[in-house]
């Protein structure tokens, strides 16, 4: 099955900084790749996605890059901000339509003022 | 977006009961749903698939007859955790997927007494 790996497990930076989240995913059939934001005892919530015949997405602050050769995708947030902090996860889905999502570890982001 | 609604948000029950948690999709309709425990600080692990009028698909090492899922109906999902023991406490989560975004519920924190 697939297996993702997603680094660093914490991050902290001082507001106005960029932060960099990086994973890595084992099934060359993975297609979609979202990201997604856990706030202190609430659901997770989707940033950004991206899929496997795009390279780069902006959103915004935010920037998803995907490099299906080395199979690893990277979370970019630009300018920080303290309501930045949070988990992020990084997900990877092989297939499309009902098969499962397989998450990394997740990230503790820490945005200091 | 759409919405994924999560009951109880949070019980608190006896060594020994069993607890049900419900797992609704309110405005779309959900064949499949996927149930997560999630650890302090830790990521989501998957659980079990449910689909609808059919049997759930578990995951490698969790208990079938300690986790039942029913998902009678495309809106509804239902995780009981029967005889309740202390290592069951946890952050228990559900999503459905419409098309390829996964949303998630607001998650149940159990608490076993």
């Known amino acids: 099955g697939e297996n993702v790996e997603q680094h660093p497990s914490t991050l902290s930076v001082q507001e106005g900084d960029s932060a960099v989240i990086k994973c890595t995913y084992s099934d060359s059939a993975s297609n979609y790749f979202p990201w997604y934001k856990q706030e202190l005892g609430k659901r997770p919530q989707l940033i950004i996605d991206?899929?496997?015949?795009?390279g780069e997405k902006k959103d915004q602050r935010i920037a998803v890059t995907l490099n299906k050769t080395a199979k690893h995708f990277s979370l970019h947030i630009t300018e920080t901000q303290p309501e930045d902090s949070a988990v992020y996860f990084c997900?990877?889905?092989?297939?499309?339509?009902?098969?499962?999502?397989?998450f990394g570890k997740g990230t503790m982001l820490l945005v200091s003022p | 977006g759409a919405v994924v609604s999560q009951h109880p948000s949070w019980v608190i029950c006896k060594s020994g009961t069993s607890v049900k948690i419900e797992c609704r999709s309110l405005?779309?309709?959900?064949?499949?749903m996927f149930w997560y425990r999630q650890f302090p600080k830790q990521s989501l692990m998957l659980m079990a698939t449910?689909?609808?009028?059919?049997?759930?698909?578990?995951e490698q090492g969790v208990e079938k007859d300690k986790f039942l899922i029913n998902h009678a109906s495309l809106t509804l999902s239902t995780l009981t955790v029967t005889s309740a023991h202390p290592e069951d406490s946890s952050f228990y989560i559900c999503?459905?997927?419409?098309?390829?975004?996964?949303?998630f519920g607001q998650g149940t924190r159990l608490t076993v007494v």
């Open positions: 999503s459905a997927l419409r098309t390829d975004e996964a949303f």
């Open positions: 997900a990877a889905r092989p297939g499309s339509g009902y098969s499962t999502l397989t």
């Open positions: 991206i899929r496997s015949n795009v």
């Open positions: 449910s689909n609808e009028g059919s049997k759930a698909t578990y």
């Open positions: 405005d779309f309709q959900a064949t499949t």
